[in-house]
């Protein structure tokens, strides 16, 4: 039988300790930023003890890592791997982002949030962004080569930076960047792809 701990509230608590501490990381890390959040705030949300909290992270360090690895695991699946769209409609289906609510400040990517706060480029969240980064532009590339694209490895990483600057100018601006991104988007797929059209790319070149 699991033993149950009692958490800062003094509320019974069993199996779930992980996800609870996680499930704070994602609220706070995302309102608050990194640095400011204290593991003493975390757990309190988590409703959790600290001794629990370094049971399952080590470190804040290792929690901010899976923190991150937590946001989208499978590198944008709902994306990629979508079977009712065209490649090049799946390399536009990127740019559709969700506006933010009246009134609401736009969140910052949060790996791109995470390398800004964390300075040091061999803390595990900082090799995780890179990783994460560069299996994104991996994605587009290998949906650019469906499509058809001559130079799809060039054309996954122009992607890659236009949704990159999209993210941090609507940060910055707290406006909507993406449409105006996608449409810059539009233009470089085009202009990348064989088919006059734009097309998928499934048809063949002479």
Known sequence: MTKL????????RGRGARERILGASQQLFRA???????M???CEVAQVSKRTAYQHFPSKDDLVAE???RFDPDIMAGVFDRTDLTPRERLLAAFEVPASGPGELTPLCPY???????HDPQHPASQYTREYKLAVA??????????GA????????QLALLLDGAST???VLNTESFPAAAAIAAVLIDNALPAADGGSGDEAVE
Not at 141 to 147: D, F, H, K, L, P
């Open 67 to 69: 923190y991150l690895r």
């Open 40 to 42: 003493d705030q975390l």
């Open 150 to 157: 001559a130079n799809p490895e060039q054309l996954g990483e």
């Open 169 to 171: 100018r609507t940060r």
């Open 112 to 118: 791109i949030a995470a390398t800004v706060e964390i």
């Open 5 to 12: 701990e009692k958490g800062p509230q003094g509320r019974r």
């Open 138 to 147: 991996a994605r587009l590339a290998e949906t650019a080569r469906e499509a």
């Open 32 to 38: 608050q930023g990194i640095n400011r959040t204290g």
